[in-house]
């Protein structure tokens, strides 16, 4: 995995074009967690622990749209043709990638919210969770 990070031809390195190649200090992050061990953990800045489990449309994913996705990204307003304002819109975005890419500023993605300050790590996890249990309207 570190070798394709590093390699010197675009043809041969991950990511691949026309995705940017990692900063030198995502590539240190990456050497780092391989050397010590390549451990399933998360990291939480803030040393509170972040429920993932169970993660409701209703409670949080659409509270958290709506203050910071909804305002440029609506059915009056769809910014880069993505709406946010209702649970089909947020299921399409969801299940396409577009939702998590953006938000969790993945390479290819054009990083959100746009021109503010990137969600919180718990943020983005939970979202991630509530897509891979299935982007459910509970």
């Not at 290819?108 to 939970?126: E, H, R, T």
Request: aromatic share 6%.
């Amino acid at each position: 995995m570190y070798k394709v990070l590093i390699e010197p031809k675009d043809k041969d390195r991950m990511p691949p074009p026309p995705a940017p190649r990692l900063s030198q200090d995502q590539i240190n992050i990456i050497l780092k967690w391989i050397q010590q061990g390549a451990k399933n953990l998360t990291c939480n800045e803030s040393g509170s622990v972040c429920n993932t489990v169970n993660i409701s449309y209703k409670d949080f994913i659409k509270p958290l749209l709506t203050n910071s996705c909804v305002g440029c990204h609506n059915v009056s307003n769809p910014g880069g043709g993505i709406k946010l304002d209702s649970y089909s819109d947020v299921k399409s975005a969801a299940q396409s990638g577009k939702l998590y890419g953006a938000v969790n500023h993945s390479p290819g993605f054009k990083p959100m919210p746009q021109g503010g300050n990137k969600m919180s790590v718990c943020n983005i996890a939970k979202i991630k969770s509530w897509i891979e249990a299935g982007t459910l309207n509970n």
